[in-house]
């Protein structure tokens, strides 16, 4: 089966660092995803990682560790646009599929 | 813009009717994946289609169906709806490789679905 488990909210200050965490039990493994969600909107894509280790890309890093079924994405410089819900998502490795299963994700309200 | 195209934005009817939901994806993208989010249930997966072929079955209701036409174009049909239904459906893309894809999945701006 697959379960994935993220904090349901957070909250932080402009300007500040923020950790979100993921969590994954999967059948299979190849790659972790996460996406930026704004209300109403669309996901859009954020970073990807298959390996053990970090990937930054400017203000957002996210980190994975296979053998402990975990990840987090790391928000440096906060601004207040950065307010939604942040959805980890990973796919399995299910031969001639590559869907993927998403966590309910982590609203982060930016404060002033 | 992400290159993906849905329509309706919105759509409102009553339980037991019928809808579909259009969805072309990016160019050159082969895959089509249907999702589901409703308020209490995150992002669902539905249904993969791959240049014509269903590939993969998440979540998908009996009454619900979907197809990729010989133009990549997809369709999502709802029937018989209930209130449940009501949720935001998008249509993601992304392109395949050799030995399987290795890129992210491009989401469409989602239709709305209002059942009344």
């Known amino acids: 089966g697959q379960n994935i488990d993220q904090p349901t909210e957070m909250t932080a200050t402009e300007g500040a660092i923020v950790q979100i965490n993921c969590t994954y039990q999967t059948s299979g493994f190849n790659g972790l995803f996460w996406y930026q969600q704004h209300a109403g909107e669309a996901p859009t894509f954020l970073s990807y990682n298959v390996l053990d280790g970090l990937e930054e890309k400017g203000r957002f890093s996210s980190f994975l560790s296979r053998s402990k079924g975990y990840s987090y994405l790391l928000l440096k410089e906060l601004q207040m646009k950065d307010s939604a819900s942040y959805l980890c998502?990973?796919?399995?490795?299910?031969?001639?599929?590559?869907?993927?299963?998403f966590g309910t994700g982590t609203l982060l309200a930016v404060q002033p | 813009d992400s290159g993906v195209t849905q329509t309706p934005k919105h759509l409102i009817t009553a339980t037991g009717q019928r809808v579909t939901l259009r969805c072309s994806p990016r160019?050159?993208?082969?895959?089509v994946y249907w999702y589901q989010q409703s308020l209490d249930q995150g992002l669902q997966f539905l249904i993969q289609?791959?240049?014509?072929?269903?590939?993969a079955k998440g979540n998908i209701l009996e009454r619900f169906s979907a197809q990729q036409f010989p133009d990549l174009h997809s369709e999502l049909n709802l029937s018989s709806l209930e209130l449940g239904d009501s949720a935001l459906y998008f249509c993601?893309?992304?392109?395949?490789?050799?030995?399987?894809?290795?890129?992210?999945?491009?989401f469409g701006p989602g239709t709305r679905l209002t059942v009344l």
């Open positions: 289609y791959y240049n014509g072929e269903e590939r």
């Open positions: 998502a990973v796919r399995g490795y299910g031969g001639a599929t590559n869907k993927l299963i």
């Open positions: 993601a893309s992304g392109e395949e490789r050799a030995g399987g894809s290795v890129g992210e999945q491009f």
């Open positions: 160019s050159g993208d082969l895959s």
